[in-house]
């Protein structure tokens, strides 16, 4: 197995954890339990409202209707990469969404689709299990032409003892939509071919630009249960800058290769190295299962490899709010979707876990 970096570099390297991404690019703290207080004390002002609610949206939907989009635009900040490629998310990825009133965490979860070998079968088990912790699910359909989820997901819908709403996407390119038809004029415009009255209600919306999302917004905030926020009001998500990072370079090999690459592809931050006066080392594994693809990825004189970071570390540098030298090596990791191993190394296996607590596990920075 040979690693290969177009722009080799040596560094003092000391351990360390790179922060979660935030409003402030700041660690979050973790929400210590309050102790008692002074009920004759003055109210903190920075303490959420009486009516405050929080919970979890799980966001389910086939490949490609825009999941990711849409957590991107509801949060204005970029947690999940985007690409026409069909399974580009692979992760349950959790994006914060505070308000004054308020906190929405919505969990993007990978397409879902009938699988055809282990690694597809991992993605459908992360997206089914997203609706276990959920208070409430959006179903994403496109508005061109929704279509029925597979059988597993409408199954495991069908049993989510939570209110669903069926999000239909991409209603911009709907002239009525546009024209600013009602709700009504679009039921009728548009032919679902699956019932709607499992539905607690029917929402056109664009996660492109932002249409109709006002009113998603404000009936899902009524959905969540009451309580403080779940997390730090100034983070984004509870993926760390590792992740981030990995994801940035994975999306951009697949906006930069074709054919089977992108699926073959899996990437993994291998080293984040903070140097404050400077500029941050942040080392990304590209890893493929053939050396034929491996070549695809370096590309003739590491031109296409430099083509990739080029591209991705100017969005690592904005996550980070900290000049970056990134380092790429592309390995080779034979038939890595089939093993089972290098499935739970990547991420997309999970160990098993015991004694889940949701709520109080997700109160944390």
């Not at 009255?197 to 492109?208: D, E």
């Amino acid at each position: 197995m040979q690693p290969t970096s177009p722009v080799p570099e040596t560094s003092d390297e000391h351990s360390g954890t790179p922060d979660r991404a935030s409003r402030s690019n700041n660690a979050a703290a973790p929400k210590d339990s309050a102790a008692p207080k002074d009920p004759a004390a003055p109210k903190d002002p920075t303490a959420p409202p009486p009516e405050y609610r929080s919970g979890f949206v799980a966001l389910l939907g086939e490949p490609n209707v825009g999941k990711s989009t849409l957590l991107n635009t509801l949060l204005e900040f970029k947690v999940a990469i985007v690409s026409a490629k069909p399974q580009t998310t692979r992760e349950a990825i959790k994006g914060i969404y505070s308000a004054r009133d308020c906190q929405i965490v919505f969990v993007d979860t990978p397409g879902v689709m009938e699988p055809r070998d282990k690694f597809n079968e991992c993605l459908r088990d992360k997206a089914l299990r997203a609706l276990e912790g959920a208070d409430a699910a959006y179903h994403l359909v496109e508005a061109s032409g929704p279509r029925p989820l597979p059988p597993a997901a409408a199954e495991a819908l069908s049993h989510l003892r939570k209110p669903v709403f069926l999000a239909v996407n991409k209603s911009d390119l709907l002239a009525e939509f546009n024209a600013g038809a009602t709700p009504e004029t679009l039921l009728r415009k548009v032919r679902f071919p699956f019932p709607l009255t499992p539905y607690r209600g029917v929402f056109f919306v664009s996660a492109l630009t932002g249409q109709g999302l006002d009113r998603l917004l404000e009936a899902t905030r009524e959905l969540m249960p009451p309580g403080g926020p779940l997390y730090d009001p100034e983070q984004f998500t509870d993926r760390d800058l590792r992740f981030l990072a990995a994801e940035v370079v994975r999306e951009k090999v697949l906006e930069n290769t074709s054919q089977e690459i992108p699926y073959a592809v899996a990437t993994q931050t291998e080293a984040f190295v903070e140097h404050p006066g400077r500029k941050h080392l942040v080392r990304v594994g590209i890893f493929v299962e053939h050396e034929s693809q491996k070549a695809i990825v370096i590309g003739q004189g590491g031109g296409m490899l430099r083509t990739i970071g080029a591209q991705a570390r100017p969005e690592i540098e904005a996550i980070c709010d900290h000049p970056v030298f990134l380092e790429l090596w592309v390995k080779v990791r034979r038939n890595w979707r089939k093993d089972e191993n290098a499935l739970r190394e990547f991420g997309y296996r999970d160990a098993p876990q015991r004694g889940k607590n949701r709520r109080s596990k997700g109160r944390h920075g």
